[in-house]
DNA sequence: CACAGCGATGTAAACCTTTTCCCGTTTCCA
DNA sequence: TGGAAACGGGAAAAGGTTTACATCGCTGTG
């Protein structure tokens, strides 16, 4: 077989085109009369290129209805244009909130968004990232479950990692982390303010860095909190209340204020009265907390500046520091002075 | 402001292949001393080769850390593995939750799932679609605003295209639908049953195919329902809550339920007790929505069940009809028989 | 013993686009 | 008018993988 430039397998030119084969850069170059280069100049702009073959391209290319292939500009590019981003749960609103911010800011800039949910499943969460970093410029790891050393190997397949609320020891990656420390330090100085003095914090996933972070800022607070265990989700919170209550708290914390709108139900279903009989607290100002009954008090942070933050930390010319974000506290209706002398327990 | 970093002209000339450039199939090859058909013929599977050389090749792939280019894999094939999923707002928790559900199932399946949000704005949404289109091989498109002849647009130039809550006749595109007119004239029902008479419904976006058919639901019922413009979203809802009592109404239809806890909240401002002075209903049945206060009466229908239907639209042997999935009343605490003789008014 | 059949492996084309390297033409200035 | 610079545009390589086809050695059967 002669090595020539033989490449017209019968290619019908226009019509049937739509069902199978879409037209590729050939067919305008052929409908054009000039090359392939031509084309691609004309299309991807910058070269310099005549103005009337730069109209007669961009005229075949409207008539065939070309649009570049991404595979193969992606192969010869060496990029995609395309971050991928990994939460733990997509159904929570907090997370949705995030992934918004951080799609929209990729789409500002023509970048494709990329997403997986992991069900909290560290396991699932370290092959999606792995799967993920093979298509995409750079990940995003959302509070991610996983271990450092799954986190390395992670940080050494990505092209680019970025993390939010987790940090690692690693030369290349970067993370934006809320101050949860700072946050949960301010949400106790409030409740001892009120004078609270029993407080209970319904953990998060105990595999969460961001929990973590909660646990130490409660033990720079110097208050007595007792730890139950709990979770992440709404329903996680609804369940946890019940044990919570043997403690006979003042106040509770949720892990967030997913947790702590389910902690909000169940406290309602038992006939005890949020800030009256308790004070509830959550932390990250979900947009549903100034909307619940009582409205919640709550440690706030931009999700838009967190998704804003990130994205930078995808340029390359962007550090790999940590950059810290703090919020502010939220004084909502779920918090009061303890009024009743009596503890409420529960109803059964 | 690193804003315009988008592409990366800085290529090197790929001297230096160990850390930089990714392993290839050449070096596996290499290493392994086989051809490079061999290497792609032990890690895709399915052809016949020698457990030797299988196992000789498995070795050399992972001692440099091989991983097929995705982008050639997809050239190749001409399938990328992935689905696109257009959302009017990430936002909104029943969104989250379908592309949730879509996502896992997908992602059950070995692909992988591209989402754009579009804020609600029928021209980006019709931007990232046809976008979107020329990277996946099926498009999802969930209450998609835009025209339907740019509809038409983004099916041609599609694989495959599978609308949610909204149908479009054309050859080839898949639906499923929720069956609002079902469930309006089931709330209807409900709220007439309990002696409501003077039903306020706050409408959705215009150019939403679902409130058209909530509409037509509303005619069928054969209640006089006064409509007053809302929107989608919590905000909307919360806005809308004095407008609609201007009509003085002894219950509240909510174009969904997002929209429904905005009101919730501002009649709780206002100091309108529900049920008690108003009856209030939404739409979805959002996670969220057994948890307010008081749990919201809705309509509800499985999103895991929306997003299975959906997926199957996607296989290559489905039928491009319609599906219809029915909901159920939910009958929960904001709903009851008109108490107070007086209607209340907004308090300022 | 020859040959069909088959299993294992190599070769190279094909996928589609971008970009580099060139060549031919025009323009401008000395 | 000669030469250089500028410019427009074509040919072809590169990018990594899969697969159709070719090759080669082996076994089983007529």
Redesign the interface.
């Given at each position: 077989m002669p090595r020539t430039w033989s490449n017209d397998p019968v290619r019908k030119p226009t019509s049937d085109r739509?069902s199978a084969g879409r037209a590729t850069i050939h067919d305008v170059a052929r409908l054009a009369e000039v090359s392939t280069a031509t084309v691609s100049r004309v299309l991807s702009g910058g070269k310099p290129v005549s103005p009337q073959v730069a109209d007669r391209v961009r005229a075949a290319a409207q008539e065939v209805?070309y649009?570049?292939?991404?595979?193969?500009q992606?192969?010869l590019?060496?990029?995609?244009?395309?971050i991928g981003v990994v939460v733990p749960?997509?159904?929570n609103?907090y997370f949705?909130?995030i992934?918004?911010g951080i799609?929209?800011e990729a789409?500002g800039?023509?970048?494709?968004?990329?997403?997986?949910?992991t069900?909290e499943d560290p396991e699932q969460e370290y092959r999606?990232a792995i799967?993920?970093a093979?298509?995409v410029d750079g990940l995003l790891l959302c509070a991610p479950r996983m271990s450092a050393p799954q986190l390395k190997e992670v940080a050494?397949?990505s092209r680019r990692l970025v993390l939010i609320n987790r940090v690692l020891r690693h030369p290349s990656v970067g993370a934006v982390v809320v101050d949860y420390h700072h946050g949960v330090r301010e949400l106790c100085a409030h409740l001892a303010s009120l004078g609270h003095e029993r407080i209970v914090y319904l953990e998060g996933p105990s595999t969460a860095w961001s929990d973590q972070q909660r646990q130490r800022g409660f033990r720079a607070a110097g208050l007595p909190v007792t730890r139950v265990a709990c979770g992440s989700s709404?329903r996680d919170g609804?369940a946890a209340v019940d044990e919570a209550l043997t403690h006979e708290p003042t106040a509770l914390i949720a892990f967030n204020d997913h947790v702590a709108?389910?902690v909000?139900?169940r406290l309602?279903e038992l006939g005890i009265t949020v800030p009256d009989d308790l004070s509830v607290v959550g932390v990250d100002d979900a947009?549903?907390s100034?909307?619940?009954?009582p409205g919640l008090t709550t440690y706030a942070v931009s999700t838009v500046e967190l998704g804003r933050q990130a994205w930078?930390h995808f340029?390359?010319?962007?550090s790999t520091a940590t950059t810290h974000l703090s919020g502010e506290l939220v004084v909502r209706g779920s918090t009061a002075r303890p009024r009743r002398r009596r503890t409420v327990k529960p109803s059964r």
């Open positions: 739509t209805g649009r570049p292939n991404p595979a193969a992606t192969l590019r060496g990029s995609s244009q395309t749960d997509l159904g609103p949705a909130e992934l918004k799609a929209a789409a800039d023509g970048h494709h968004t990329l997403v997986a949910g069900e999606s799967e993920l093979r298509w050494e397949a709404l609804y709108v389910g909000l139900s309602r947009p549903m100034a909307h619940t009954d930078q340029s390359p010319t962007a």
